[in-house]
């Protein structure tokens, strides 16, 4: 009997599935979510950055500044909660960029081209997982604030807003760190960079003080910060339950960093998925 040979199939006839559609790539993208989140369940130090970091710059900038700039500890609750939610979950979505380049160079991803999924969703899958993150950092935030005695003036309808417009925006700039874990040769190297660019946008602008008590020469980058406009917008929805202007432009500013940055991340993924 003569043996009839079977044809080996090319890895990238295997991934003709990626191009079936919307359909399979969400489901893809939710797979690799769930992935991402059992990878905290199994490993609970990942979480260290949004449980622990809230709670202690929370008690030390209260204690630190509160009496110093609103003359006591309960009149600065309503400025230090906003200002450490936006600088603690923003500084979360470094997170992204770290674990993407991690993942890459450990060759998971090589692993993941032999699988007939869309070779978007371990990218799409791992910034979905990360918004558990800013969930729980916002949580945390708003959980420490009250303990000490802060009630937000804009009631719980404020306190959802503002939470969902910090992990919105926050979940637009983990493209641009996500961009840099893809482009970058080492972890080590999208950390650096990342917290090169978030130091001065948080800690320059006003998120712990009020611009007005800064040098004339530094105003100008604080009044500009889109830190600063998100961090009044998200002081206007807590505090007063209000709309503000800043809150449209802290959502444009999203919205531009994610058509920006999201085709140039794909882009650079594809081309090494």
Not at 11 to 27: E, I, K, P, Q
Not at 124 to 153: N, W
Not at 208 to 214: N, S
Request: hydrophobic share 55%; aromatic share 10%; glycine share 8%.
């Amino acid at each position: 009997m003569t043996a009839i040979a079977t044809p080996i199939v090319p890895v990238a006839d295997r991934h003709l599935s990626n191009r079936a559609g919307l359909g399979l790539t969400v489901r893809n993208t939710l797979t690799m979510a769930w992935r991402g989140i059992l990878k905290i369940r199994r490993t609970p130090e990942q979480l260290i950055d949004v449980t622990v970091q809230p709670i202690i710059f929370t008690l030390m900038f209260t204690y630190i500044f509160g009496g110093a700039i609103a003359g006591d500890v309960q009149s600065y609750l309503p400025i230090i909660i906003p200002g450490i939610l936006v600088q603690t979950v923003i500084t979360t979505s470094v997170v992204t960029g770290v674990q993407l380049r991690e993942d890459m160079d450990k060759g998971v991803f090589d692993r993941f081209r032999s699988l007939p999924i869309a070779r978007i969703a371990p990218l799409s899958g791992a910034l979905l997982a990360d918004t558990l993150r800013y969930t729980i950092a916002t949580t945390l935030t708003f959980t420490m604030g009250y303990i000490m005695g802060f009630r937000p003036g804009g009631g719980l309808g404020g306190v959802i807003a503002a939470g969902l417009l910090v992990i919105a925006c926050s979940w637009a700039m983990s493209w641009i760190f996500a961009f840099f874990g893809v482009i970058a040769r080492t972890a080590s190297s999208v950390q650096g960079i990342s917290m090169l660019i978030l130091f001065p946008l948080t800690f320059l602008s006003n998120a712990f003080v009020p611009a007005d008590t800064m040098p004339d020469w530094l105003q100008w980058f604080v009044d500009i910060n889109p830190v600063s406009h998100l961090v009044t917008a998200v002081r206007g929805l807590v505090n007063e339950g209000a709309v503000t202007t800043d809150v449209f432009t802290a959502l444009l500013g999203a919205a531009v960093i994610v058509a920006v940055f999201a085709p140039l991340t794909v882009r650079a993924y594809m081309r090494k998925a």
